[in-house]
């Protein structure tokens, strides 16, 4: 492994921001992409990559990335859910890494849902 | 699939789902160009009947739909390239994927982004389970163990977006050397 030293300095510059982020924890911001064969098989990692650069890159310490497994719609894939707290999640569809700084952009940091990647426009 | 990191990433969730503790990815190249891809988890195992069937894609344990093709997928590239696909699996001890392809075929799978593979698992599941990856090939080998990262990192979750950026940073680091001119 590559140096463990070089990961202890790490830590000690995230320990600061985690304590602070635990005081606000119902301001979470969830990213959910569907990682199941038909996800994958679709191109969801590097999606899943890309929201984790994209929200590292404009520090945004209250937006969680995570996966869930099929959830029955696998032409729509790669699918991803995005909940803000006190909001109905908003569910994207055919998610290429390109599309991702505009959703982080627009709907992550500024609140507005991208319309026209959500399953709502696809399903027209 | 497109390449073999997108299988692995596939099948590890079948060991996540097993409720496994710790699963143990290993990539191994032969000196005869064989190359092996072992999914290794203690997780809650098959028994006999589901065992037979899990190769079938009408088999799966979900009861949102009725089909299941990350194993018969990978069973069939495999076959393509000149291998085979077995698994082995005790109901409460854990279950043990081998697959198996010949790198001289032209239809084997390349690769693939091995280290995206590893991250896009442990960022997804950051408390559990640990996940080791062990490469060999005859130009040397190495491990990347979570349980040292965990170790290390001391109560800091293992997916935020520094220790995540380290990890994929180490683990490419890591590998090159070894899969380099070896294997596509």
Partial sequence: ?????????????????????KEDASETIRVVVGMATCGIAAGARPVMLSFM?????????????????????????????????GQEKVTYVHVKPEMVSRIVAEHIVNGRP????TIGAAEK | ???????????????????????QLKIICDENGILSIIIEDDGCGMDEAL?????????????????????????ENCRLAGGDLKIESTVGKGTVLT???????IDCLPLGDIAGTVVTLVSANPE?????????????????????????????????????SWMDASIREEIEPIFGGVVL
């Fill in chain 2, 51 to 75: 065992l037979k069937r899990v190769m079938s894609p009408f088999a799966t344990t979900r009861t949102t739909r009725k089909v299941g093709l990350g194993i018969p997928m990978m069973a």
């Fill in chain 2, 1 to 23: 699939m497109r390449d073999l990191s997108l299988h692995i990433l596939d099948l590890a969730q079948n060991s996540i789902r097993a409720d496994a503790t710790l699963v």
């Fill in chain 2, 99 to 105: 697959a198996t392809m010949n790198t001289a075929s």
């Fill in chain 2, 128 to 164: 559990k389970p640990e996940f080791l990856l062990f490469c060999k090939t005859v130009k040397g080998e190495t491990v990347f163990d979570t349980r040292q990262v965990r170790e290390v990192l001391d109560g800091v979750p293992l997916n935020e977006p520094e220790i995540v």
């Fill in chain 1, 53 to 85: 650069e994209e929200t590292e890159k404009r520090g945004l310490g209250n937006v969680t990335v995570s996966q869930t497994g099929c959830i029955g719609m696998c032409r729509l894939e790669p699918m991803v859910d995005v909940y803000l707290p």
């Fill in chain 1, 114 to 117: 991208v319309e026209e990647y």
């Fill in chain 1, 1 to 21: 492994m590559k140096s463990l030293a070089e990961l202890q300095a790490i830590r000690e510059k995230t320990l600061n921001r985690i304590n602070l982020r």
